[in-house]
């Protein structure tokens, strides 16, 4: 369990110097056996330590006495409802933020649009931070994805571990910032549905490396 523990602050300090959140933005969870390793509450990213991890079972009850982040109920029903995912990240991060404030998904302008698992990279509904409301929402954006931008609020990427989420979670912010200067640009074209679903063909068995 120290490993697991360790390993989300180092992503999340990862994070940290990638300009992906700032203060105690964000969120990191790791889902081992019957467990669900979380960011905790209101703690600074760089001052955080092995003990304020929380731990909590599906139901959301705690293991040890830390807080777990507000929006435990968003990473809880993920894991509940994906099964195949062991970790999730949620940042802040500025272009993806920009990006959820238009209420705008990433339509299929990149072709590594894909590594995401489908033609688009969806925006959800608004909900408040925190509510199982806004959960439900971004649950149904990532439906057959591993990622979405959050309503005026952010994103969020999920791994089949704490890698493959991180690197989804800085693919995500590059792909918003590219896709922003793009529509700008009123000057680009977007792949068609055949380009697109071949690309999609050969990520179909594709495995994140770490």
Sequence with gaps: MRIIKERIIKNYNLLLQKGMNLGSEGNISVKFKEKVFITPSGVDI????IENISIVDFEGNLNNRVKPSSELDLHLLIYKKRKEINSIVHCHSDWASILSCMRQKIKKFHYMIAEFGGDDIKCSKYATFGTTKLANFVLEACRNRKGCL???????SLGENIDEATHL??????????????????????????????????????????
Excluded: D, P, R
């Design 46 to 49: 760089k001052n955080l330590k």
């Design 169 to 210: 979670s800085l693919a995500l912010e590059k792909l918003a910032k590219q896709y922003y200067f793009c529509l700008l640009s009123k000057n680009f074209k977007l792949l068609s549905s055949k380009e697109i679903s071949s690309v999609l063909k050969k990520f179909t068995n594709y495995k994140f490396k770490h």
């Design 150 to 156: 959050i309503a005026n609020h952010g994103q969020i």
